[in-house]
């Protein structure tokens, strides 16, 4: 919208020549401001005023000199830097006004200064609540007995009855100005420095005794200079230490761990230990959240991954290994919901819903009864991680399973368990020449079933037949372990293969492997013949030894033409451990037991039966 | 303190000591590091 500015009327002061003169020198001065606001000041300098409108003829020099000395009001008059005379006025007519700057209330300010703080108004003192004085007011029973008659008079004797009857008939009064003041008197404590020890102590511990002696030295002269002590809080002597200079690392810890753990202020997973109070609290939503993240999983996960990826806490955070512990701490006790199947080193948590690692051929429970002789012949003094590496030959069953016997040269390569109540363990199996990884489940030994590792079957698919030689190698890591085979010139045979697609039956089957094997444990038809198309033996033949031993004469043995058969000791051995773990010892004293079999390893055995 | 049978038994003290560690630690602390700490008081 376009506006008109209004042209406000300016009168000068003069004679007429002089106002025409001043209104000529202030047309000229607008003009020369015509774009400036109303009240900027428009300067000129006077010379050239003065020359410009002489030019025009109509006005003299001395006119508009006059015109701008009489009109004070619409011109002033100044000397600008250079020294030349300069007229100013504005636009209004009106001789500029300096701008005045308020700085007292700015933007800036307001930006930049916050309101000062709201003063507290003075609280008003709470008036106290009295209990109404009717309901302290007694009075004495209007019947009184025997009993108190003669309390009064006795009190009377003594002098206190008036005192009494004052405090019987009148309110509960304050006690008498008069009354001795009660002289309390400390009682003599004493005061035995707190024992400082900070955690760097473990690290430097030429800082642990040291601070000792100067708290204890201040403590007793801030006692001695106070005169009413205060209680102390903690007291904590450090008068016996126990001298365990003599003693083995090993007897120190079980000392240590005998006596903490009874402690209740106490949090101990494995090797840990922590007061119980300095342990983070997991929430019932964090505990939920953690079962669901590993039921989705669908696998154990460590603790550090729970750590990261549900509570939120990166390895590099200071609290992370506090947060570990907590984890493990937290879980430990859920029961319920929650198991521990890790390691010392690798701390797996499973839950009650995950599916079972490994094979689904056969139940591990009927595996740990196949294994029950690991049991009873089990070895005293086994010292868990105590070899580096140990080699196997994977025997049939142990192919056809996917697993690996816990025996005496596993439990020293393999770590026992975390606690005693632990069942299992997740392990992890590195295969170098597969660049593969592999869960594997260690299943401890019971009171009556042996212990064993499962999951190899996809290792074993896929890289190596029956009778393969593995060697198994402990890492840094008790949880983490390398297998390697040799890797050898591909080889072809008609191997054994159990085909359970519908009827469980063994059956050969050419088959290409890169592996080295120990031939007396490769199950081929070129060796056994007679095992294609066998059924595998039910479980009340296969775990008794006399029945696995004539079954096994019988399909591997030869005819000796006279209704019985003969076979050396690695066929029976090979065969026999087709249908269950059988160790060659247990074969030997099998096979002295049993009367129908004779022979003797040169010469092979004879198996004859004579029911 | 010592037996013949070569047993060791921590005194009160010794337990009030590891409690005390266990409280200021911010940290889990191993059973090696207690031990450290019981022997490096012992020998002061």
């Given at each position: 919208m376009a506006t008109q500015a209004e042209v406000q009327s300016?009168?000068?002061?003069?004679?007429?020549?002089?106002?025409?003169?001043?209104?000529?020198?202030?047309?000229?001065?607008?003009?020369?401001?015509?774009f400036m606001s109303d009240y900027v000041p428009i300067r000129v300098r006077q010379d050239e005023l003065v020359t410009f409108l002489t030019s025009k003829g109509d006005v003299s020099a001395a006119d508009v000199e006059q015109a701008i000395a009489e009109n004070p009001a619409v011109f002033a008059v100044e000397t600008d830097e250079s020294g030349a005379t300069v007229v100013v006025t504005t636009r209004t007519g009106r001789v500029p006004v300096a701008e005045a700057v308020l700085t007292d209330h700015t933007f800036k300010s307001r930006l930049m200064t916050p309101e000062p703080k709201p003063a507290v108004p003075v609280a008003p003192v709470r008036e106290r609540v009295r209990v109404d004085p009717s309901w302290a007011t007694f009075t004495v029973p209007e019947f009184g007995d025997e009993e108190e008659d003669e309390e009064l008079e006795e009190a009377g004797e003594l002098g206190i009855a008036e005192a009494l009857e004052g405090v019987a008939t009148g309110t509960i009064a304050a006690a008498p100005k008069t009354a001795a003041p009660v002289e309390i008197t400390p009682e003599p404590v004493a005061v035995v420095p707190e024992v400082v020890a900070e955690p760097e102590v473990v690290a430097e511990p030429e800082t642990v005794e040291e601070p000792v002696a100067g708290v204890a030295e201040v403590e007793a002269a801030e006692v001695e200079a106070a005169p009413a002590p205060e209680p102390v809080a903690e007291v904590?002597?450090?008068?016996?230490?126990?001298?365990?200079?003599?003693?083995?690392?090993?007897?120190i810890a079980d000392a240590i761990r005998e006596?903490?753990?009874?402690?209740?202020?106490?949090?101990?997973?494995?090797?840990?230990?922590?007061?119980?109070?300095?342990?983070?609290?997991?929430?019932?939503?964090?505990?939920?959240?953690?079962?669901?993240?590993?039921?989705?999983?669908?696998?154990?996960?460590?603790?550090?991954?729970?750590?990261?990826?549900?509570?939120?806490?990166?390895?590099?955070?200071?609290?992370?290994?506090?947060?570990?512990?907590?984890?493990?701490?937290?879980?430990?006790?859920?029961?319920?919901?929650?198991?521990?199947?890790?390691?010392?080193?690798?701390?797996?948590?499973?839950?009650?819903?995950?599916?079972?690692?490994?094979?689904?051929?056969?139940?591990?429970?009927?595996?740990?009864?196949?294994?029950?002789?690991?049991?009873?012949?089990?070895?005293?003094?086994?010292?868990?991680?105590?070899?580096a590496s140990v080699d196997r030959v994977v025997t049939f069953y142990e192919y056809s399973l996917g697993l690996l016997p816990y025996d005496a040269d596993m439990q020293r390569l393999l770590p026992a368990p975390l606690d005693p109540e632990q069942r299992n363990a997740v392990l992890t199996f590195e295969i170098p020449q597969s660049y593969t990884t592999y869960l594997v489940e260690l299943r401890y030994p019971t009171p009556n079933r042996g212990g064993f590792l499962l999951g190899l079957d996809d290792f074993y698919a896929d890289n190596l037949v029956p009778g393969a030689i593995i060697s198994i190698s402990a890492t840094e890591n008790d949880g983490h372990y390398k297998?390697?085979?040799?890797?050898?010139?591909?080889?072809?045979?008609?191997?054994?293969?159990?085909?359970?697609?519908?009827?469980?039956?063994?059956?050969?089957?050419?088959?290409?492997?890169?592996?080295?094997?120990?031939?007396?444990?490769?199950?081929?038809?070129?060796?056994?013949?007679?095992?294609?198309?066998?059924?595998?033996l039910a479980d009340k033949v296969r775990r008794r030894n006399d029945a696995l031993l004539k079954a096994t004469f019988e399909r591997v043995g030869l005819p000796d033409g006279n209704g019985g058969y003969l076979a050396s000791i690695e066929d029976l051995l090979a065969a026999a451990n087709i249908e269950r773990p059988f160790t060659e010892r247990h074969l030997r004293e099998t096979i002295e037991q049993d009367a129908n079999v004779t022979g003797d390893d040169a010469n092979g055995y004879t198996y004859v039966a004579t029911a | 303190m010592a037996t013949q049978t070569g047993i060791l038994q921590l005194q009160d003290d010794d337990i009030a000591f590891l409690l005390t560690l266990l409280r200021n630690a911010t940290s889990p602390l191993s059973t090696e590091q207690l031990v450290d700490a019981l022997k490096q008081r012992s020998s002061r």
């Open positions: 300016v009168s000068f002061a003069g004679s007429e020549k002089v106002q025409q003169a001043a209104t000529r020198a202030f047309e000229v001065m607008r003009a020369h401001g015509m904590a002597p450090a008068a016996n230490v126990t001298d365990v200079s003599g003693f083995e690392d090993a007897a006596r903490l753990a009874g402690e209740a202020h106490v949090a101990r997973f494995g090797e840990q230990w922590m007061s119980e109070d300095r342990v983070p609290r997991l929430s019932r939503g964090d505990l939920r959240r953690i079962k669901d993240y590993i039921d989705e999983q669908e696998q154990p996960l460590a603790d550090a991954t729970l750590v990261q990826d549900i509570l939120g806490v990166r390895p590099n955070q200071p609290d992370f290994a506090l947060m570990q512990f907590a984890v493990n701490v937290r879980l430990g006790r859920e029961h319920r919901e929650f198991e521990f199947v890790g390691t010392n080193d690798q701390r797996f948590w499973s839950t009650t819903n995950l599916p079972q690692i490994g094979t689904g051929r056969r139940k591990p429970n009927d595996i740990g009864t196949d294994y029950r002789f690991l049991v009873d012949d089990a070895e005293e003094g086994i010292t868990p991680r105590s070899v297998v390697e085979f040799l890797s050898t010139d591909s080889q072809s045979a008609r191997l054994l293969e159990l085909d359970d697609r519908r009827s469980p039956r063994y059956l050969f089957r050419p088959t290409t492997y890169n592996c080295a094997v120990a031939d007396e444990w490769l199950i081929s038809e070129d060796r056994f013949p007679n095992l294609g198309s066998e059924k595998p | -």
